[in-house]
């Protein structure tokens, strides 16, 4: 499991075309295939980032009043729009704000700080949409994740523990809404750049990264190179030393088949920005 694949929502579920009986005109459906996991492998399903596709089983989706089309939108993916902008969401170890900018789909009984994005969000659309457009989303998220044999006390270890992990390619094991970090090297992935350095412009110890790799042999989209960037800050939790925070921004689609090239630039200075620095840790509460 990766870590970038734990939170891909609902806008890489897979579309099919379908007829809808009962109506007197034909119109434009949308079902999906089953449950299934964009990136996911055996019984991890889990992903944190570009592949925020989550389980989705879709009832047939007509569009009554535009037969010819189906409406893109959050509902349409049986999540909610996020509308409560400014609103603070309060985790045990952390508090964050939602996205302010654009807009974000989200699951109304789940509390974690994670939302999904699509460029094709808000069309109407009127045939199936691509293999390739449906693999490219926009993923924000927050979370904790435990670290328990990594010694990342001292500024230069947790340095060192951050880019072996992406080396690695960001393994986590998911229980419920626990994530804890797996240095098991992800064969599937190939880094190609990466950078990380200290964020100076907060108190608490924390450092940025941005990376991009290649995603090989997805089991979903086959015969296929995914690329994957993320945008992070990630931080210690100085009352627990087996703790992190995370926050990213990441993408994926497939290789020279991105929708809007300039859409995840945009969002990591009108985005991700507000929503790092809205990041507050709350080290005095275990959990």
């Not at 703790?243 to 993408?251: F, G, H, Q, W, Y």
């Amino acid at each position: 499991m990766l870590l970038h694949q734990v939170v891909v929502l609902g806008a890489a579920a897979i579309f099919l075309l379908v007829g809808c009986a009962g109506g007197q005109k034909p119109a434009v459906c949308y079902q999906s295939t089953g449950e299934r996991v964009f990136g996911g492998s055996g019984g991890n399903p889990a992903l944190i980032g570009p592949a925020i596709f989550a389980s989705l089983i879709w009832d047939v989706i007509c569009d009554a009043d535009k037969p010819e089309s189906v409406y893109f939108s959050c509902p349409t993916l049986n999540m909610v729009t996020v509308y409560s902008k400014g609103d603070r969401n309060n985790q045990a170890l952390f508090s964050v704000s939602p996205p302010e900018v654009g807009t974000w789909c989200t699951y109304a009984n789940k509390s974690l700080p994670r939302f999904t994005t699509h460029a094709l969000l808000g069309d109407s659309l009127t045939e199936q949409p691509s293999e390739s457009e449906i693999a490219n989303t926009i993923a924000l998220f927050a979370s904790e994740v435990r670290v328990p044999e990594a010694d990342v006390n001292a500024l230069g270890n947790f340095k060192a523990f951050v880019e072996k992990w992406i080396d690695r390619g960001l393994g986590a094991k998911i229980d419920g809404d626990v994530m804890t970090v797996d240095m098991t090297r992800q064969d599937r992935f190939n880094v190609l750049n990466k950078t990380v350095t200290l964020d100076t412009r907060t108190d608490a110890e924390c450092l940025r990264y941005e990376y991009s790799m290649e995603e090989h042999d997805n089991p979903i989209v086959k015969n296929k190179i995914l690329l994957l960037h993320d945008f992070s800050m990630i931080c210690r939790v100085p009352s627990q030393e087996s703790k992190l925070i995370i926050a990213t921004l990441s993408e994926r689609y497939v290789k020279a088949q991105q929708i809007d090239a300039a859409l995840f630039s945009k969002y990591k200075t009108v985005v991700a920005e507000p929503f790092f620095d809205s990041l507050e840790i709350t080290d005095s509460v275990e959990s």
